[in-house]
């Protein structure tokens, strides 16, 4: 059975590969120019691997610092997620980042802090990150 994408390929349909910068989109569409099931399973499985890779640091410095706290993983709309959290783990404050993106890409596709910000039902801090570290 052929997957959507070589369906879609032969057909000479127009396909859409949503692109917003990250590594995630890059993925997505070196998935989309290979149609061998063997490529695209190597990337989910990198992308697996950095994202465990992620949580044993983040792990590490809440160990490290004297923490009580713990790492969760969870998926859906990022804003939505973190109050969801938020609300879950009786939390009383809430920090998080910014990724600094432009006017534009705020205005088509929204915030994550813009939506925490607005919707959280305690304080928020939200950190800018420095210039050189946008780049």
């Known amino acids: ?8 390929k032969r057909r000479g349909c127009t ?13 997505a ?17 990198e992308e697996e691997r950095k994202i465990k890779e992620m949580f044993a640091d983040w792990k590490d410095q809440i160990k490290n610092t004297g923490i ?16 969801k959290i938020a609300r879950g783990e009786g939390a009383d404050y809430l920090v998080m980042g910014s990724r600094g993106v432009g006017t534009l890409r705020k205005t088509f596709m929204g915030s994550v802090s813009d939506y925490v910000v607005h919707h959280a039902h305690i304080p928020v801090t939200v950190v800018r ?6 780049k």
């Open 29 to 45: 569409f070196e998935s989309y120019l290979t149609t061998d099931p063997s490529k695209a399973s190597e990337l989910a499985n």
């Open 1 to 8: 059975m052929e997957d959507d994408f070589s369906e879609a």
């Open 129 to 134: 990150n420095r210039d050189e570290d946008n």
């Open 15 to 27: 396909v859409v590969v949503a692109m917003d910068g990250s590594l995630h989109s890059q993925h």
């Open 68 to 83: 009580d706290g713990c790492v969760v993983r969870t998926s859906g709309e990022p804003g939505r997620a973190i109050i």
